[in-house]
């Protein structure tokens, strides 16, 4: 079976963390510090802090710009609501409730997968306290177009809601030829166990501020300053509460041992996703989504629209060829009942789409044989 995810683990990684579990030390400790310096080379920006999991990640930055953290603005609705997309993960969007926020949804827009701005315009209103967007397999939001919409909507209510960028899938995308995490607003990356950087756990988020980068590092540690020289570690005072979201050494060490090898395996997703790009064009009853100038997508996922996914997905398997639908979409469950919308663009999307193999593993054999299954017809 040609697998539709792979973990991807250097060769020295366990010998790197061996000498760690060894090593007396393997709380939060230099190997964070290195992993976090290597992070804002890599990112090129340098408002950065390393958390436990992107999940700890996205809960902080809502925490902090809207939910109990925030700086309350005068005159605000005491009910706040986050513009997100029901395509994603539901760790996008369960933080969102954990922190006391209602969830509104957008539509999609089944070209490219992500939000559909216009509808996302049309949404902000003055209990709007954050939008959430993902980046769908890494193909980037048009977030010059969503800046626009922003300073409309700041114009017309007399604020700014905060943007939270979800880059689980995007590590190695660029807009405009620049790494996400550099456009303004929150970056949350994922380095879960089959995303294109792991460190078995883990994930980093990035600020448009060193600020708000300080205070995260504070946050992500009960509210204590770890900066704060050696000695007793009891914190002289807390002046707001924080959480256990940081990450530690062992974890820090495997993306250490990672970060090297990871561009060049995104590169060859690339690569893959190019041929299936030019070797799947106009076969009848599949539809690819949208590649536009400026916007580079990391490609951690290829996915397409299909008519009779049933009988896609089950000649596929025949053919051992692992494919899925990856996640779910998020407004079927009852937990989010009360925000039901209708959403025509996703319904136009979720019962075709299916994510087909394209990492580093698959070989130029491999591609071939998926591509020819496909065309083949279902
Ligand atoms: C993997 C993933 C997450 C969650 O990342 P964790 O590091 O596992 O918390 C969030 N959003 C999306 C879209 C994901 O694919």
């Known amino acids: 079976m040609i697998p539709l995810f792979k973990v991807a683990m250097a060769e020295d990684a366990p010998h790197m963390v061996g000498d760690i579990l060894a090593s007396g030390w393997i709380g939060q400790g230099p190997r964070v510090e290195e992993f976090e310096d290597r992070l804002r080379e890599r990112l090129g920006t340098s408002h950065l802090a390393t958390v436990n999991c992107a999940t700890s990640g996205l809960h902080l930055a809502l925490h902090m710009t809207a939910g109990a953290g925030r700086a309350a603005r005068p005159g605000e609705p005491p009910e706040g609501e986050v513009l997100t997309t029901a395509l994603t993960c539901t760790a996008t969007n369960w933080p969102i409730l954990a922190n006391?926020?209602?969830?509104?949804?957008?539509?999609?827009?089944?070209?490219?997968?992500?939000?559909?701005?216009?509808?996302?315009?049309?949404?902000?209103?003055?209990?709007?306290?954050?939008?959430?967007?993902?980046?769908?397999?890494?193909?980037?939001?048009?977030?010059?177009?969503?800046?626009?919409?922003?300073?409309?909507?700041?114009?017309?209510?007399?604020?700014?809601?905060?943007?939270?960028?979800?880059?689980?899938?995007?590590?190695?995308?660029?807009?405009?030829?620049?790494?996400?995490?550099?456009?303004?607003?929150?970056?949350?990356?994922?380095?879960?166990?089959?995303?294109?950087l792991t460190t078995g756990d883990g994930g980093v988020v990035v600020f448009p501020?060193?600020?708000?980068?300080?205070?995260?590092k504070i946050l992500r540690w009960y509210g204590i300053d770890r900066r704060v020289p050696e000695g007793p570690r009891l914190a002289a005072d807390i002046p707001e509460y924080g959480f256990k979201f940081h990450m530690n050494d062992i974890n820090a060490t495997i993306g250490l041992a990672n970060l090297p090898s990871v561009d060049a395996r995104v590169a060859r997703h690339q690569e893959n996703a190019a041929c299936y790009d030019r070797e799947l064009k106009g076969v009848p009853g599949l539809e690819l989504t949208e590649r536009a100038r400026g916007r580079q997508s990391s490609c951690w996922l290829y996915t397409v629209l299909v008519e009779r996914r049933p009988e896609f997905e089950a000649r596929m398997a025949e053919q051992g060829i692992a494919v899925s639908q990856v996640h779910q979409r998020n407004d079927v469950y009852s937990v989010v009942a009360e925000s039901h919308a209708r959403l025509p663009g996703l319904d136009r999307v979720a019962e075709r789409m299916v994510s087909i193999p394209v990492g580093w593993w698959v070989s130029d054999d491999d591609r071939e044989h998926i591509a020819e299954t496909i065309r083949d017809g279902w």
């Open 100 to 196: 006391g926020l209602r969830i509104r949804w957008v539509d999609v827009d089944p070209a490219t997968l992500n939000v559909n701005l216009d509808d996302l315009a049309r949404k902000i209103t003055p209990a709007t306290r954050a939008i959430v967007v993902v980046h769908w397999a890494g193909y980037p939001v048009d977030l010059d177009r969503l800046r626009s919409i922003l300073d409309a909507a700041e114009a017309r209510h007399g604020f700014r809601p905060v943007v939270i960028e979800d880059c689980a899938h995007a590590w190695g995308s660029t807009y405009r030829g620049e790494r996400l995490g550099n456009h303004g607003n929150i970056a949350v990356y994922s380095f879960q166990a089959i995303k294109s």
């Open 209 to 216: 501020t060193e600020e708000l980068a300080e205070r995260a």
